[in-house]
């Protein structure tokens, strides 16, 4: 199905998609002039703003829409995203974000931002799909259906990293899942993990996300224009003896994304974060003779020993594994 561009004219079928989707909720309820009057001449509304709006038809009927406009500092917001359900997983909505996302890159965007409905789950679950996650406050519009909404973010251009709080590490599960399996199903070692299906992958980034809300894990996502592909972490929990130490897990980057620095960038804000939590000394493991020994071995950590057999390959090889340390 093609895209084109919306129009003023559209009116009626944006009033219509989004009424029906709206009514799948408990409590939206839609006061047109009272509080969406834009709907009345969205294309304009969204032109005078910098912005862009597209649609997609079926039978004569607006089947999906999005808009897209900048916020100032390189940042895009995307809007009024609604795909009708008899049209939802088709690859519409897909279509309709690739839209939104291409002309915020033409625009100069960095960074895209989005509000959605706690209510709408469903929205929620596309979107950390396609690499967003939750990004501060949530906010409370006090409008006739009570509407509270979550704050999602992305980087949209270049390598980024950034440090996850609680909210964002849970909205990550899903991509990180990706990331995680992809490079187990790439020969990576899984050492203290079962055998790797989605599945199982997302409830240890379950486990991670409750951590980091307890303080005791930092989880640090890498984003590859616009796709998070890749993570690591900080094990604070230590003994009680050993205050001065945290443990660095899953350096992963996914295949694809790899000979980008991208782990590289992912090892220096876990150690900056190891500084200013007060750990002066990183331990890790890692297979013996792989590209992640060399990467250590690069960035000056220690060698420490090495233990035979310690861990598994992704297809259940025992393999060596290299333990080093670093003082930060």
Same mark, same amino acid.
């Given at each position: ?7 003023? =004219? @559209? +009116? ?11 009514? !799948? ?12 009057? $834009? ?33 100032? $500092?390189?940042?895009? !917001?995307?809007?009024? &995203? ?8 088709? #690859? ?8 939104? $996302?291409?002309? %915020?890159?033409?625009?100069?965007? =960095? ?5 959605? @409905? ?9 979107? !950390? ?13 006090? @409008? ?23 909210? %964002?590490?849970?909205? =990550? ?27 199982? +992958? ?10 980091? +809300? ?6 640090? +996502?890498?984003? =590859? ?12 929990? *230590? ?6 130490? %945290? ?6 980057? &996914? ?14 804000? %876990? ?41 598994? *390959?992704?297809? #259940? ?12």
């Amino acid at each position: 199905m093609s895209l084109r561009p919306g129009r003023d =004219a @559209d +009116a009626a079928g944006f009033i219509a998609l989004i009424a029906a989707c709206w009514a !799948e909720y408990p409590g939206c309820i839609m006061d047109l002039d009272g509080e969406v009057p $834009e709907l009345r001449a969205l294309a304009s509304h969204y032109a005078g703003q910098g912005g862009a709006l597209w649609v997609a038809e079926t039978e004569g009927a607006i089947a999906g829409m999005v808009a897209t406009r900048p916020l100032g $500092e390189g940042a895009w !917001e995307i809007c009024k &995203m609604y795909v009708a359900r008899a049209r939802r997983g088709t #690859g519409l909505a897909q279509a309709l974000l690739d839209a939104a $996302e291409s002309h %915020a890159r033409g625009g100069g965007g =960095a960074a895209m931002k989005l509000w959605s @409905d706690t209510r709408f789950d469903r929205a929620h679950r596309f979107y !950390e799909k396609h690499s967003y996650v939750r990004s501060g406050p949530i906010r409370a519009l006090d @409008d006739v259906s009570n509407s509270i909404e979550f704050p999602y973010a992305k980087p949209l251009t270049g390598l980024a990293v950034q440090r996850l709080d609680a909210a %964002a590490a849970t909205s =990550a599960e899903y991509r990180l899942a990706a990331v995680l399996k992809d490079c187990v199903d790439g020969g990576a070692s899984v050492s203290y993990l079962p055998p790797l299906d989605l599945a199982t +992958a997302r409830a240890f980034w379950r486990r991670a996300g409750t951590d980091v +809300a307890a303080g005791k894990r930092i989880v640090f +996502a890498a984003w =590859a224009d616009g796709e998070l592909v890749g993570s690591v972490q900080l094990d604070l929990a *230590t003994p009680p003896n050993q205050p001065h130490r %945290a443990d660095l897990q899953k350096l992963l980057v &996914m295949r694809r994304a790899r000979r980008r620095g991208i782990a590289r960038r992912l090892m220096a804000a %876990a150690e900056q974060a190891a500084r200013e939590a007060g750990r002066t000394l990183l331990v890790l493991d890692t297979c013996a003779g792989g590209a992640a020994e060399a990467l250590y071995r690069s960035l000056g950590w220690t060698a420490a020993g090495c233990i035979p057999g310690y861990a598994v *390959t992704g297809d #259940g090889a025992p393999c060596d594994t290299v333990i080093f340390y670093q003082r930060v």
